[in-house]
């Protein structure tokens, strides 16, 4: 069975400064997908950054970028220039590839709430 | 844009009452999921279903059950409401297509049992 940690429970930044959330995961697979999701405060939950495990180049979406280190099974998410709405809570996830006949599931970790003062 | 609607976002019940919490997406997606979320321990699969009328048990299905009659709902069912099934319920759906199984996910319905 694969496990995601997130060792930071909670974390806080400055406006425009950059944070680096943290995320390690346990598996046997060679194939598989990394996620980061951000749920705000009463709002819904939406994904940041997608990583293939297969893919050498870190995923990266405007602000966001990901340190992805494969053999140390590592997946950390980095946000530069910080700003009020990223306030949420972040979740690292792990999904195996996907194989036919049965859906593709998501092991989440704990989660890491994320505080951006001014 | 993927629309994931819950029928409630808030739904206070009393112990032993029969739950139903209905999901319905509207991106003629293949699967759809049920979690729950409990502070410090993240999303939990409860259960999850990849075609119509077709279900797979996930970490906790203990407590609960599951429905999808049609494509677009998928109904989790709480026989016998308790306690300890008090949390906040996430719904999810995606295609199972393997490349692009990104799971979009609906509002949430916080549950209380009393």
């Known amino acids: 069975a694969q496990t995601v940690t997130q060792s930071q429970p909670e974390m806080s930044v400055q406006e425009a400064e950059t944070v680096t959330l943290s995320c390690t995961y346990d598996?046997?697979?060679?194939?598989?997908?990394l996620f980061w999701y951000k749920q705000p405060p009463s709002r819904q939950m939406i994904l940041v950054i997608r990583?293939?495990?297969?893919?050498?180049q870190n995923a990266t979406e405007n602000r966001f970028s990901v340190n992805f280190q494969k053999a140390a099974k590592s997946f950390s998410l980095k946000i530069s220039d910080s700003q009020l709405g990223d306030t949420a809570m972040y979740f690292c996830?792990?999904?195996?590839?996907?194989?036919?006949?049965?859906?593709?599931?998501?092991?989440f970790g704990t989660g890491t709430r994320l505080q951006v003062t001014l | 844009d993927v629309k994931v609607t819950q029928s409630s976002r808030y739904l206070v019940k009393r112990t032993g009452e029969k739950v139903f919490l209905e999901c319905v997406q509207d991106?003629?997606?293949?699967?759809m999921f049920w979690y729950r979320q409990d502070p410090g321990l993240g999303l939990r699969l409860i259960y999850f279903?990849?075609?119509?009328?077709?279900?797979e048990k996930g970490d906790i299905p203990e407590g609960y059950s599951v429905s999808r009659e049609k494509k677009e709902r998928f109904s989790l069912i709480l026989e016998s409401a308790s306690t300890n099934q008090t949390s906040m319920y996430l719904c999810?759906?995606?295609?199972?297509?393997?490349?692009?199984?990104?799971?979009?996910f609906g509002p949430g319905t916080r549950l209380t049992v009393l």
């Open positions: 999810a759906s995606s295609f199972a297509s393997g490349s692009t199984d990104t799971q979009y």
């Open positions: 598996t046997s697979e060679n194939n598989y997908y």
């Open positions: 990583q293939e495990a297969y893919k050498q």
């Open positions: 996830a792990f999904m195996k590839h996907y194989i036919t006949g049965t859906a593709s599931k998501l092991t």
């Open positions: 991106m003629d997606h293949e699967n």
């Open positions: 279903s990849y075609d119509v009328k077709m279900k």
